[in-house]
């Protein structure tokens, strides 16, 4: 059973940077791609980013394109979210993910193991 865990969170202040970790319990992990998706108050799930096992591939939603880089360390079976230049609107719950396959996915349902979630919170 594969357990992953968020941490990271906090408030910060807008245009601030936030870095979340996400360790995992399986070094299965390793091999797997992983994604962030964040929820805010009232809204449905979002895609954030995605990286391959590798770590040679990486997607990003449009909306943190160019802010937001995401990273991983196998040798520590970790995902990062490096997270700069925060707005109000990136205020949500973020939630770490993983899926037992090299290609990253950008859909929720395309992930098998889901972190319990970490709060940012960004204030104007």
């Known amino acids: 059973q594969v357990q992953l865990v968020e941490s990271g969170g906090g408030l910060v202040q807008a245009g601030g940077s936030l870095r979340l970790s996400c360790a995992a319990s399986?070094?299965?992990?390793?091999?797997?791609?992983m994604g962030w998706f964040r929820q805010a108050p009232g809204k449905e799930r979002e895609f954030v980013a995605a990286?391959?096992?590798?770590?040679?591939?990486?997607y990003y939603g449009d909306s943190v394109k160019g802010r937001f880089t995401i990273s991983r360390d196998n040798a520590k079976i970790t995902g990062s979210l490096e997270m700069n230049s925060l707005r109000p609107e990136d205020t949500a719950v973020y939630y770490c993910?993983?899926?037992?396959?090299?290609?990253?996915?950008?859909?929720?349902?395309?992930?098998?193991?889901w972190g319990q979630g970490t709060q940012v919170t960004v204030s104007p």
């Open positions: 993910a993983a899926r037992p396959l090299s290609v990253p996915g950008t859909r929720q349902n395309e992930y098998n193991y």
């Open positions: 399986s070094r299965t992990v390793s091999n797997y791609a």
């Open positions: 990286i391959s096992p590798s770590g040679a591939l990486t």
